[in-house]
């Protein structure tokens, strides 16, 4: 009876912890193998472990995520031609893999070795005008940690800026470091950024959603098959704000024949013509001779 109340209650924390959004997997059309990885929670030791190693305060909404379950994962699958397909994957990882995005240099490194600092620089404005957040640096003026490798699509990273070596970083934001190794702003506070998950489903490359460039054409076919509110809004603020990235099509002046316009005449084509005339006439007066 014990293990039974236990099993009830841990399935109405899982179901508040995914929102619900098993469920609605599991109703929709040709999604399967819907999974969801239970996990026990993070101990308070290990937090201030983590806090003490690197010299930053887990956000309250993050350290409470972390004291419910130790870390988070969530996939499903799509049937197709009877075999089942992996396609939506919500993670976090957990405390013991919050590892920094920048790995100490090794005693065996060249010492002119490239990293990623050489390719740090500064952004003065942001392309559509408006005030945007300043991005992450590759240096110590920020402190850099994965939360998400998101299938090797890019990174998403709880971001520590502004920090000074030696003293304790509170503040933090969520940013997206994708694979051209640019940061793009996805939210300030780690359960916006959990909402923002849950919603997109944990399609393939999400996340591109809030880049400049979007995401690849076979990931929107995805977002408009299973998230087909979502893409639509995206794609109507896309055709209203930003018509710059949008190639609008006339088939009728596209395939519409245009008149050929004759070259010129070079001179020395009607030269040449003028000659072969000339010589025509001759041989014609020397045959006419030739009869008479």
């Known amino acids: 009876m014990d293990e039974t109340k236990d099993a009830f209650v841990f399935k109405g924390v899982t179901e508040r912890l995914t929102l619900g959004i098993t469920r609605i997997l599991e109703n929709m059309p040709g999604v399967v193998d819907v999974r969801y990885a239970e996990r026990d929670p993070a101990e308070k030791r290990t937090l201030l472990s ?14 409470d995520f972390y004291l419910t379950t130790d870390g988070f994962t969530l996939t499903w699958s799509v049937k197709l031609d009877d075999e089942c397909v992996p396609l939506g994957c919500m993670m976090i990882n957990g405390v013991g893999r919050l590892c920094p ?17 050489d390719l740090d620089w500064e952004e003065s404005s942001s392309e559509s005008g408006k005030p945007a957040p300043s991005a992450p640096h590759f240096d110590a003026r920020s402190r850099i940690y994965e939360l998400d490798s998101c299938g090797g699509n890019g990174k998403v990273c709880l971001v520590y800026k502004n ?19 640019c940061w793009h702003f996805l939210t300030a506070t780690f359960t916006a950024y959990y909402r923002l998950m849950i919603t997109h489903l944990g399609l393939p490359e999400w996340q591109y959603a809030y880049t400049p460039y979007g995401p690849s054409p076979q990931a929107k076919q995805w977002a408009s098959l299973y998230q087909p509110l979502i893409f639509s809004n995206e794609v109507s603020q896309t055709d209203s704000t930003a018509d710059v990235f949008l190639n609008k099509l006339d088939p009728t002046k596209a395939f519409r024949g245009k008149a050929k ?27 006419g001779g030739a009869k008479r």
Do not use: Y
């Not at 304790?168 to 940013?175: D, F, G, K, N, P």
């Not at 001179?267 to 020397?286: I, P, Y």
């Open 163 to 181: 920090c000074t070596p030696g003293v304790v970083a509170q503040h933090s934001e969520i940013w997206f470091l994708d694979r051209s190794l």
């Open 101 to 117: 995005l920048l790995q100490p240099t090794s005693v065996f490194s060249l010492p002119n070795a490239p990293s990623l600092v």
């Open 261 to 287: 316009v004759p070259p010129p005449k070079k001179k020395q084509s009607a030269q040449s013509n003028s000659g072969g005339a000339a010589k025509g006439q001759g041989s014609a007066g020397r045959h």
């Open 50 to 63: 983590w806090e003490q190693k690197n010299t930053c305060i887990l956000p309250e909404d993050m350290r």
